[in-house]
Every structure is written in C-alpha cells, then in structure tokens.
C-alpha cells in the first residue's frame, strides 16, 4: 500500500508565498509522474503542476510564472513552491503520484488534500 501525505498548507495574504510538500511511503519500484492538482469551493478539480521523473513539467496556465514544481527523487517527495499567491489560489491542494509496483503494474495515488487560503 502506498500513502501519500501533504504539508504546508495554511492561511497567507495575497501576495505572500507557500511552499507545499507530499512525500510517498510505501513499497514500489519507482514513482512516475508527480502532481498536484486543486479543488476550490463548488468547482471541479483541476491540474495545477506536473513533473515527470526527468524532470519535465507542465504548468496549468493560471499559475505558470508563479508556481514551481520540483522534485527529490530519493526523498520520494514532490514540492510545490506557490509565489505571488492570488486570492483565486484558494482550494484544497492534493497531490497524485502516478507510481510502478513490483509487478510492474503503474497505478495513481492520491494524498488527502491541504488547504490553501489566500485572503485578499
């Protein structure tokens, strides 16, 4: 079984800055892509960074300039640096990592949310 547990979240003025962590235990070969995506009140859940295992990423366009994602693959932890925070970056942040077990069978896996507010 793998976990995945969030910190870092919390309340910030806008404009400030949050740094966000999810770190993966469990037993596994390897973790492919990792993510984290946000859900603010009443909407859907959205992409928000991804960065693969070498280290490409991809930016949801809201956030891009922003927000950096980062990686330490032998902490097995994803990061997401969050600068010059909008009060439109409200949501609970959850990250996913996509992740190859012994069988080599790749399978997602979800943390359980932090909560961001950014007060205006």
């Known amino acids: 079984q793998v976990q995945l547990v969030e910190s870092g979240g919390g309340l910030v003025q806008a404009g400030g800055s949050l740094r966000l962590s999810c770190a993966a235990s469990?037993?596994?070969?390897?973790?492919?892509?990792m993510g984290w995506y946000r859900q603010a009140p009443g909407k859907q859940r959205e992409m928000v960074a991804i960065i693969t295992r070498g280290g490409n990423t991809n930016y949801a366009d809201s956030v891009k300039g922003r927000f950096t994602i980062s990686r330490d693959n032998a902490k097995n932890t994803v990061y997401l640096q969050m600068n010059s925070l909008k009060p439109e970056d409200t949501a609970d942040y959850y990250c996913?990592?996509?992740?190859?077990?012994?069988?080599?069978?790749?399978?997602?896996?979800w943390g359980k949310g932090t909560l961001v507010t950014v007060s205006s």
């Open positions: 996913n990592f996509v992740v190859t077990h012994f069988d080599y069978v790749a399978m997602p896996y």
């Open positions: 469990g037993r596994f070969v390897s973790i492919n892509d």
